[in-house]
């Protein structure tokens, strides 16, 4: 479904992805790992085209987007979770939703009623709070938003930037339960996480990010029993 | 002070149309303003040219001979067409002026100072082209000197309700339109975080080409409006009338689009207060100090909110 091969991307003269190549299969969840500044937050920039590559391509579907603007990448179905959640502070839990929803301006009424009804479900204190403006709510309920308001856009394929991030434990375990709730409702993922052991536990495939490059790729179950995995994200010695 | 008392209500309702016609004209900083983090220092001039071409539909009018001139159906005919052109010149300047410079990237500065540049190309230009002469609004054939109605003991012309009403419909359609429509929504989201509107699918160019036809589009119906009522323009009347409504932009805090509409009331009523009381040569100076005296209470302005304390949400 998407395909990176031997993608390099630079912040001006500065290389960030050194030949990145992965792919992500309709149906997973693949899980991309790596710690600070390895590059994974560039890898979901350089997917969505927020920020070029300079060699390599992307494919998704089958189709070049490497090139195309965001808003074009957008609407072929791409979404995103972003890292620190970024919801639109100054507008209500309602209206953040329906950006979600804006590349789905032409369908029907009743189809968007039903995501609202499908986020409210997944999120009931969305629904309490859907006249709120986003930036008065907690960092939980914020992250729960900005989950609501990619799903709005009935991505085929979701990319979620470390949605554990700043959350208490228990919301952790909640956010993954419903990483794996919207996978089994047909949504492919690519989660990037820090949190590697929660990640792994529910993803199909994983690849680890070093210093831009990937240094390891593997189905989630054999990366959890890998020791040079273990040792640098499981915080075992 | 009798003769005071008695001439207070016609003021206040001369500060209201002020008061209003400076929101109209403050609007397009302050959107400009909010979606680009600059201030489109040739505003004024989209205002001053907005009202050249009322002045140009209703002398081609007059013209025409097309007999009696009622102003509801020649004042739609003359503001559309100013909208219309003023929308289209902000496009312009967008395109031509400001988007090259922050598209690579350039400092804050740099759009600032082109659009210095397109403040003093465009009072030229239309110097050039329309003389330097002043023009005069015939606005008396419209709008009869004598056409007043008594409200409460004061006698207002027309004219002056005529442009409350116009301005404050366009203000209340302006606010409908950004916070009820699909496009307002994204207008918002543009201004409040740009790259993840794009991610939502948001077209942000033709968002941020939008604000600007839209935001000089009310300039120059303003122009229009203050054409009408001061009946005298010339290409420099954009200098002094964008320095009031930037000034009411930031009484308001600029990059709030209610506080622009909030500041234009207040800067007009306080005008035509100032006015009443003083030597009318004060007028200018009560405004700018109260402009520094909201700026000392409330550094953002009136509704304006501080950049750090969203970020520390």
Redesign the interface.
């Known amino acids: 479904m998407l395909k990176l091969t031997d993608v390099d991307t630079h912040y001006g003269p500065l290389p960030v992805l050194k030949s990145v190549s992965l792919e992500v299969r309709t149906g997973e969840i693949v899980c991309l790992l790596g710690g600070n500044a390895s590059g994974k937050s560039t890898t979901m920039k350089t997917i969505l085209g927020v920020v070029r590559p300079t060699a390599g391509r992307v494919e998704f579907e089958g189709d070049r987007i490497d090139g195309l603007a965001t808003e074009v990448i957008a609407r072929r179905g791409i979404s995103l979770v972003p890292e620190a959640r970024r919801i639109f502070a100054r507008m209500t839990v309602w209206e953040n939703l329906s950006m979600g929803a804006f590349i789905r301006q032409k369908a029907p009424a009743g189809e968007l009623a039903q995501d609202f009804e499908r986020v409210w479900t997944l999120f009931p204190r969305l629904r309490e709070r859907q006249h709120q403006l986003g930036g008065t709510l907690s960092g939980g309920e914020q992250q729960m938003l900005a989950i609501g308001r990619a799903l709005m856009a009935r991505p085929r394929l979701l990319l979620m930037d470390e949605p554990s991030m700043g959350l208490a434990p228990v919301l952790v375990d909640q956010v993954f339960d419903i990483i794996q709730a919207i996978n089994g409702q047909g949504t492919t993922i690519l989660v990037v996480e820090q949190n590697a052991p929660v990640a792994l536990s529910i993803a199909t495939r994983g690849y680890v990010l070093q210093n831009g490059r990937i240094v390891i790729h593997d189905t989630a179950r054999t990366l959890l029993a890998t020791d040079s995995v273990r040792r640098a994200y499981l915080g075992e010695d | 002070m009798a003769d005071v008392l008695a001439i207070l209500p016609q003021q206040l309702v001369f500060g209201l149309a002020l008061g209003t016609v400076y929101g109209l004209v403050a609007l397009g900083y302050t959107m400009v303003y909010g979606i680009l983090f600059m201030i489109n220092f040739a505003h004024g001039e989209i205002f001053m040219i907005g009202a050249y071409v009322g002045w140009w539909v209703l002398a081609l009018l007059l013209q025409a001979q097309v007999g009696a001139l009622h102003p509801a159906w020649v004042l739609p005919l003359m503001l559309l067409p100013a909208m219309l052109f003023t929308g289209a010149l902000g496009v312009g300047l967008e395109r031509f002026a400001y988007r090259p410079l922050y598209l690579r990237g350039a400092t804050r500065l740099g759009p600032l100072i082109s659009a210095i540049g397109a403040s003093i190309f465009l009072q030229n230009a239309v110097m050039l082209t329309q003389g330097a002469r002043m023009k005069v609004y015939m606005t008396s054939l419209l709008f009869p000197r004598d056409w007043r109605i008594q409200v409460a003991g004061a006698s207002i012309s027309v004219l002056v309700i005529v442009m409350v009403v116009v301005a404050g419909l366009m203000m209340w359609g302006l606010h409908l339109l950004v916070q009820r429509t ?1 496009l307002g ?2 207008i ?2 543009v201004a ?2 740009r ?10 160019r033709r968002v941020i080409a939008l604000t600007f036809f839209m935001g000089s589009a009310l300039g120059g119906a303003g122009g229009v409006l203050v054409g009408l009522y001061y009946t005298q323009i010339d290409f420099f009347m954009g200098y002094s009338a964008g320095l009031k409504a930037f000034t009411a932009a930031v009484l308001g805090g600029i990059g709030n689009i209610r506080g622009a509409m909030l500041g234009g009331l207040i800067l007009g009523l306080v005008e035509s207060l100032a006015v009443t009381f003083m030597n009318p040569a004060y007028k200018d100076v009560v405004a700018f100090v109260l402009l520094i005296l909201v700026l000392v209470i409330r550094p953002t302005g009136l509704l304006g909110e501080s950049m750090t304390a ?1 970020a520390k ?1």
């Open positions: 699909t929504r994204s918002r989201a409040e975080d790259e993840m509107a794009a991610i939502m699918g948001v077209n942000v969203r949400v």
